[in-house]
């Protein structure tokens, strides 16, 4: 199922959400606002903001609706902030703090559903019809994620199908697009080209994007076997940073600079300044006191620092 690559690819930023979710020093609303206007001045026009679960399970997000309404009060033109909402109480605070657009998520391994929403998946979706009519009504756009699309820490690989029945679930609900997400980062180029088959005879193509975390390695490879089949759509995260607060070992996402990098050598569009981007890493890893690890990111500032050196 091989065909063109597309000649631009938007790139959905989850460093704000995925990537700071998982750091157990509480990181100042200050730093995240910072970030976040740093990203959308190097070019990223979708910018995951924060999440609206609940603090206890999650409290580096404990800051959500200070750090939504300090974002929008300042927003870029052209630029959407989405954010996580779980359920109806999510989405009503998300949306009084003033979201035009959230993110549903659910997953294909019912353990991992259990783990990080504590209901099965059959309950999830119910959950999330009455959100989707909700956002609807107030004319606010839904995202849906699947989670565990390769493999699950609790049970292992995952069976295509599972993961076709939950996006097509999400897309009939009303989401727009459905990322597809390797939450531990065991899928590969064939495991990931299976799965998206199963998964575009019941969705179209141009409403899915691929979620790769990079722990093993094989982000880049998955989502170029991804493009390969049409996908147009990846979520990121400056740095690499990141984690699932609910997967044991799960790295972060693959690190935009390493995807601006990949379609930038392939020659598609995305309207991301590297450098800018590079300086964002540079600055976010700073003030977590670590070096991006993103491998571009790192070898572009040591040929920055060799020149002036
Ligand atoms: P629960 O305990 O089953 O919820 O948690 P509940 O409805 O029984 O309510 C219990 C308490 O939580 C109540 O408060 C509720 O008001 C409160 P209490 O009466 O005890 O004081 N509550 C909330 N508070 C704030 N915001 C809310 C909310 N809902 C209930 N929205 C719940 C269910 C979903 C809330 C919980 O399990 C949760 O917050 N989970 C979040 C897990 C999470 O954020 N995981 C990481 C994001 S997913 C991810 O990273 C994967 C992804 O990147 C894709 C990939 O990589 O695969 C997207
Ligand atoms: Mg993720």
Known sequence: MSQALPARVRIVEVGPRDGLQNEKQLIPADTKVELIRRLAAAGLTTIETTSFVSPKWV???????????????????????????????????????????????GAASESFSQKNINCSIAESLARFRPLTEAARAAGVKVRGYVSCVAGCPYEGAIAPQAVAEVAATLREMGCYEVSLGDTIGTGNPASIARMLEAVMRRVPVECLAGHYHDTYGLAAANIYASLQMGVAVFDASVGGLGGCPYAAGASGNVATEDVAWLLDGLGIATGIELDALVDTAAWISAELGREPASRVARALLAKRAQRCA
Request: glycine share 8%.
């Open 59 to 105: 409290p580096q997000m404990g800051d959500n609706a200070e750090v939504l309404t300090r974002v929008l009060a300042a927003a870029a033109p052209g630029v959407a902030y989405p954010v996580l909402t779980p359920n109806l109480k999510g989405f009503e605070a998300a949306l009084a703090a003033g979201a035009t657009e959230v993110a549903v998520f």
